[in-house]
């Protein structure tokens, strides 16, 4: 079970997310996906993507949203941590038992599979 989060705590960590997209450019519903290893609820989906664009953290044009390059990519061995446990992937929900945590300043998200952490990450 993900940690609980406040609203604000969720959309800071949601937009420190979309900072560190590795794509320069994707379709609005790919970044959707991205978010939703934040939140599914659609209000704070919205609002994680409406606080984003405030900031400059991206551009969206229509069904497109563009990323700027203010932040870095995601270090896996230093932002990326495995634990081993009983977990559920949190994008695809399948029985893991390595799971990656993916370590921001404004939270930790995970647990994720291996290739569902470089999914999130656009890495795939």
Do not use: N, W, Y
């Not at 994707?26 to 959707?32: G, I, K, N, R, T």
């Not at 563009?66 to 634990?83: A, I, K, L």
């Amino acid at each position: 079970m993900p940690p609980k989060r406040t609203r604000a705590e969720t959309v800071e960590l949601g937009v420190e997310l979309l900072e560190h997209l590795e794509d320069d450019e994707l379709s609005l519903a790919d970044a959707m996906d991205r978010i939703e290893a934040v939140t599914t609820e659609p209000t704070l989906t919205r609002d994680i993507l409406d606080e984003a664009d405030d900031r400059g953290v991206i551009d969206r044009d229509g069904a497109t949203v563009r990323t700027r390059r203010g932040g870095s990519f995601v270090r896996f061995g230093s932002q990326v941590v495995t634990r081993e446990g009983d977990f559920s992937c949190r994008r695809c929900g399948t029985g893991i038992s390595t799971g990656h945590f993916v370590t921001f300043e404004s939270g930790e998200l995970g647990p994720f599979g291996s290739s569902c952490v470089r999914k999130v990450l656009g890495r795939e």
